[in-house]
C-alpha cells in the first residue's frame, strides 16, 4: 500500500501572502489529522477531518483552516502568513474511530520571510 | 503541568545495550498510547502502539503502559546505531476522536 502523501515537499513564502498544503491519505484511510512542527512548540494538533467534517480543531487561530474531499484527500489553508508559521506541516492518516493508529505523511516544510 | 511529558535526553547508550524510554501523562482518561520514532529532517514513523495495560512486544520493541500510574515505556533491546532519533510519546487524547498529543521527544544516541 502507497504511504501518505503531502504536497508540496518544500514552500518559500512572504510574510502576508496564503498557502495551500495538500495531503493525500492511505487508501482505505478516512480520518486525517494535521499537525505543526517547530522546534520550540513541537508537535501541536491542527485539525482532523472525516467524512469531510471536521471533528476536532486544536488551539490555532482562524487563519489556519482545512478540508476534505469526497476521496479523503485533504488540503489546509494558511492566509495571512506570519513568519511563526515557518514549520514542518504533517499529515497523518488513520481508519475511523478513536484511537486508530495514525500515519504520517512526509511533511511539507513551510518558510515564511 | 504539560500533557504528555518525555526526559528530552540525550540518552546515550553502547550498542548492544537496552534503551528504556519513559513517557508520563496527564490524562487519566487517555486510552490510546503510541511511540514514534523520528530521524533528524525526517516525519514521525510509527514503531508501536499499546492499549492495554501490560507489555507488548515487537522484535527488538516492547513498549510498556500502567494506566494506574500514568505512565508508559519503550525499550529498545540490542539498540543498534541505526536506532539513534528522537522518540516520540503520543497519547490520543481522551475527546472522542482522533488528537495525539504528543510529549517533545526524547533523543537517543546509540554509540558503536
Known amino acids: 500500500k502507497a504511504g501518505v502523501t503531502q504536497t508540496p515537499r518544500y514552500l518559500i513564502k512572504t510574510r502576508g501572502q496564503q498557502v495551500t498544503l495538500s495531503c493525500s491519505p492511505i487508501s482505505g484511510h478516512r480520518s486525517v489529522s494535521w499537525y505543526q512542527q517547530t522546534p520550540g512548540q513541537g508537535l501541536q494538533f491542527l485539525f482532523e477531518y472525516f467524512s469531510e467534517t471536521q471533528r476536532n480543531k486544536g488551539n490555532f487561530p482562524g487563519r489556519f483552516s482545512g478540508r476534505q474531499f469526497s476521496n479523503s484527500r485533504s488540503e489546509m489553508n494558511v492566509s495571512t502568513l506570519e513568519l511563526g508559521d515557518s514549520a514542518l506541516y504533517l499529515c497523518a492518516s488513520s481508519l475511523a474511530g478513536q484511537g486508530n493508529e495514525q500515519y504520517f505523511g512526509p511533511g511539507t516544510r513551510l518558510t515564511v520571510t | 503541568q504539560k500533557e504528555v511529558e518525555q526526559n528530552s535526553g540525550p540518552l546515550s547508550v553502547p550498542e548492544g545495550a537496552i534503551a528504556s524510554l519513559n513517557c508520563t501523562y496527564s490524562d487519566r482518561g487517555s486510552q490510546s498510547f503510541f511511540w514514534y520514532r523520528q530521524y533528524s529532517g525526517k516525519s514521525p514513523e510509527l514503531i508501536m502502539s499499546?492499549?492495554?495495560?501490560g507489555d507488548k512486544e515487537d522484535g527488538r520493541f516492547t513498549a510498556q503502559l500502567n494506566k494506574a500510574s500514568q505512565y508508559v515505556s519503550l525499550l529498545i533491546r540490542d539498540s543498534q546505531p541505526s536506532d539513534s532519533a528522537t522518540y516520540l510519546c503520543a497519547v490520543n487524547a481522551n475527546t472522542g476522536f482522533q488528537k495525539l498529543v504528543f510529549g517533545t521527544g526524547t533523543r537517543l544516541l546509540v554509540s558503536p
Open positions: 499499546i492499549y492495554s495495560n
